[in-house]
C-alpha cells in the first residue's frame, strides 16, 4: 500500500482503516518539520548571477534614459529662454538705445534722427532726412525705413531707402542710399585743383539756353568756380544774391574719404529738434540761412561733423568711418573749410545774374520745374 493511493481514498472518503491511518501519520510528519524549518535560520539560496547582471543593467539604463531625457529637456528649454531673450529682451533694448537714444539719455532730442539729418546736411546736397520708422523684420533684426526730401521737387517729395539695425549697431548705407535721386555724381563741378580734368559745358550757348527760358521755370544749378573759395567769399556771393536759394556748398577739409562727396546743407533742417540739440551742438539747425556768415557756415559743418564724432554708432551708417569726423574736426580747426561748388536753384534770371561773377566760373542745369504764382 503506498501513500498515493491512500491519500487519494482518503481524500474521496473511500479510505479503509489501514489507509486513514497511513495517511495521518504522513501529515503530523510534515507538520513537525513543517514548525521545526519555521523556528531555524536558513542560508538564502544563491541567485542566478546571469539574472542578477542583467538587471542591474536594465536598472542602469532605465536612470540613464531618464537623466538624459531631463538633460536634453532642461538644455532645450535654457536655449528657448535665451533665444526668447535674446529676441524679445536684449535686441529690442539695444536697438532702441541706438533708434530711440533719447528715451535712454534725456537729451531731450531723437539721437538716430538728429544723425540722419547731420548725414544728409553732408552727404545729400539736394536732399534732407524727414523722418523714419522701425519695423521687425527677422531673428535679433530690424528694418529701418528711411525717408528722405528731395529739394529739386519734381514730384518726389519721399525718397524711401533703408537699412538694417541688429543689436545695437546700425547697417551702413551705401552711396545709392545717400544720393537716391541721382544727382550725386562726379562731372557737375570743375575740379579747379586739376584744370582740364573734368571740363563742364558753359558759353555763349548755355547763355542763349538761359536767355530762351521763361520766368516761371526754376532751376536746380550746379555753379563752379575759378578757384577754390574761402567761406567768407561763399558768404559774400551767397549776400549779393539774396533771391537765389542757396541749398549746399560742395566743400573739402583733409579727413573726407572722397573729394567730391562732402558738402555742407545751406538750408535749415526739414525736422526741427528744439533747444536742446542747439545748445548741445550750436549752429546745426542752421535756423537763419539767408544772412550766412564764413563762421556761420564753418559752425554749421563743424556741429553736424561734432555730433557724428560723438554718435559713432549712428555715424556708422554713413560712407565715412566714425574716425574720420575726428581727423576732419582737427583739420577744420588748422585749414578751415574750402568750397569747391554750389548747388542753388533759381529762375533763369537769377542764375544769369549768379554767372556774372568773378570768381563763377560755370552754372551746369541739373533739374528744372514750372514755379508758378497767382
Not at 524549518?37 to 541567485?47: D, H, I, K, S, T
Not at 534722427?113 to 544728409?120: I, K, W
Not at 550746379?222 to 536759394?245: G, N, Q, Y
Request: charged share 25%; glycine share 6%; with cysteine.
Amino acid at each position: 500500500m503506498n501513500f498515493e493511493t491512500a491519500f487519494a481514498h482518503y481524500q474521496a472518503h473511500t479510505a479503509t482503516a489501514e489507509e486513514t491511518a497511513l495517511v495521518e501519520r504522513e501529515l503530523e510528519k510534515y507538520r513537525l518539520i513543517e514548525d521545526y524549518l519555521a523556528e531555524q535560520e536558513l542560508p538564502e539560496l544563491p541567485e542566478d548571477a546571469a539574472a542578477a547582471a542583467s538587471a542591474e543593467t536594465k536598472a542602469v539604463k532605465r536612470r540613464l534614459n531618464r537623466r538624459t531625457r531631463n538633460i536634453v529637456l532642461i538644455s532645450t528649454v535654457a536655449v528657448l529662454a535665451v533665444v526668447l531673450l535674446l529676441q524679445l529682451v536684449v535686441s529690442p533694448l539695444l536697438n532702441r538705445r541706438v533708434y530711440t537714444d533719447d528715451l535712454v539719455d534725456g537729451s531731450g532730442y531723437p539721437t538716430f534722427d538728429v544723425g540722419m539729418s547731420a548725414l544728409a546736411g553732408l552727404y545729400m546736397p539736394l536732399g534732407d532726412y524727414y523722418g523714419s520708422y522701425a519695423e521687425h523684420s527677422g531673428f535679433m533684426r530690424d528694418t529701418l525705413h528711411l525717408t528722405f526730401y528731395d529739394r529739386t521737387g519734381s514730384n518726389r517729395f519721399h525718397i524711401q531707402t533703408q537699412t538694417g539695425l541688429s543689436l545695437g549697431h546700425v547697417g551702413q548705407l551705401n552711396s545709392g542710399d545717400l544720393h537716391a535721386i541721382g544727382y550725386m555724381y562726379s562731372g557737375f563741378f570743375y575740379d579747379n585743383r586739376n584744370p582740364g580734368r573734368n571740363d563742364v559745358w558753359s558759353g555763349d550757348t548755355g547763355q542763349a539756353a538761359l536767355d530762351a527760358l521763361p520766368e516761371y521755370m526754376r532751376l536746380t544749378s550746379a555753379v563752379s568756380f575759378h578757384k577754390v573759395l574761402t567761406v567768407d567769399e561763399l558768404a559774400d556771393i551767397m549776400a549779393r544774391h539774396p533771391d537765389v536759394d542757396f541749398l549746399s556748398a560742395n566743400v573739402w577739409v583733409d579727413g573726407a574719404y572722397n573729394y567730391d562727396s562732402l558738402h555742407c546743407s545751406l538750408q535749415h533742417m526739414m525736422l526741427a529738434y528744439g533747444d536742446d540739440l542747439e545748445e548741445d551742438y550750436p549752429g546745426m539747425q542752421l535756423q537763419e540761412y539767408k544772412n550766412l556768415t564764413g563762421e556761420d557756415i564753418t559752425q554749421h559743418f563743424r556741429a553736424m561733423v561734432q555730433y557724428l564724432a560723438d554718435h559713432p554708432e549712428v555715424a556708422k551708417a554713413g560712407p565715412d568711418e566714425p574716425y574720420r569726423y575726428k581727423e576732419m574736426l582737427l583739420n577744420l580747426e588748422e585749414d578751415g573749410l574750402e568750397v569747391l561748388g554750389l548747388w542753388v536753384q533759381g529762375t533763369p534770371d537769377q542764375i544769369t545774374a549768379l554767372l556774372d561773377e568773378e570768381l563763377v566760373r560755370s552754372v551746369r542745369n541739373y533739374d528744372a520745374r514750372i514755379q508758378l504764382w497767382t
